[in-house]
């Protein structure tokens, strides 16, 4: 079945760099797109962006010079990379996948992210 | 980027019909899809092209709309439906999330 795992540090310190994982499994990463999505403490949810099918990658403006999406496909893995965090950045982190022009209908159960010294 | 707005909250007792509205800053064609996100979970697709039901879904959730304005509606109501509800496009890039409504039951 279709499963979506995220893994990484649960504390990381103000300026240092986020590194997050989503493990796949049930698909495969050259037929649907992952993206990642985040949501801070009691608000709404904010795309990051995205690995395309073919390798691609497109990034949400506000945080596309601090962000990194790259990809493992024989670990059946995306990563996620960003520096200077802040923190604001502090949330729960999403993978998710979709087709062109689709719904995200699989979620990773998420991770939760706290920025703090 | 196309920006949605939903109303923040709404409040209807158990066995009634509500509808919550998303309206898109921009047309979306009919790429608007619906979610329930429960506390402590992960989003859970309900709608898909604004009008489809998601597999496993229970079919007092429907959607309707295209172009600017999408509305979906629960008829009726029950008490495991308290959630906040999001809408997103897929349509322009990049895709884009409403604000949430969260549905409380009286």
């Known amino acids: 079945q279709v499963q979506l795992k995220e893994s990484g540090p649960g504390l990381v310190q103000p300026s240092q760099t986020l590194s997050l994982t989503c493990t796949v499994s049930g698909f495969s990463l050259t037929s649907y797109n992952v993206h990642w999505v985040r949501q801070p403490p009691g608000k709404g949810l904010e795309w990051m962006g995205r690995m395309r099918y073919n390798g691609d990658t497109s990034y949400n403006s506000a945080l596309k010079s601090r962000l990194s999406i790259s990809r493992d496909t024989s670990k059946n893995q995306v990563f996620l990379k960003m520096n200077s965090l802040q923190t604001d950045d502090t949330g729960t982190y999403y993978c998710?996948?979709?087709?062109?022009?689709?719904?995200?209908?699989?979620w990773g159960q998420g991770v939760m992210v706290t920025v703090s010294s | 980027d196309t920006v949605l707005t939903q109303s923040p909250a709404l409040a209807v007792s158990p066995g009634e019909r509500v509808s919550i509205s998303c309206r898109a800053s921009?047309?979306?064609?009919?790429?608007m899809h619906w979610y329930q996100q429960k506390p402590g979970q992960q989003p859970k697709l309900l709608i898909y092209k604004a009008s489809n039901l998601a597999s496993g879904v229970p079919a007092r959730f429907s959607g309707s709309g295209s172009g600017t304005d999408f509305t979906l509606t629960i008829d009726p109501v029950e008490a495991d439906d308290t959630a906040t509800y999001f809408c997103?496009?897929?349509?322009?890039?990049?895709?884009?999330f409403g604000g949430g409504t969260k549905l409380e039951l009286k």
């Open positions: 998710t996948r979709d087709q062109r022009l689709g719904p995200f209908d699989y």
């Open positions: 997103q496009q897929s349509w322009n890039d990049p895709p884009t």
């Open positions: 921009e047309g979306v064609n009919s790429y």
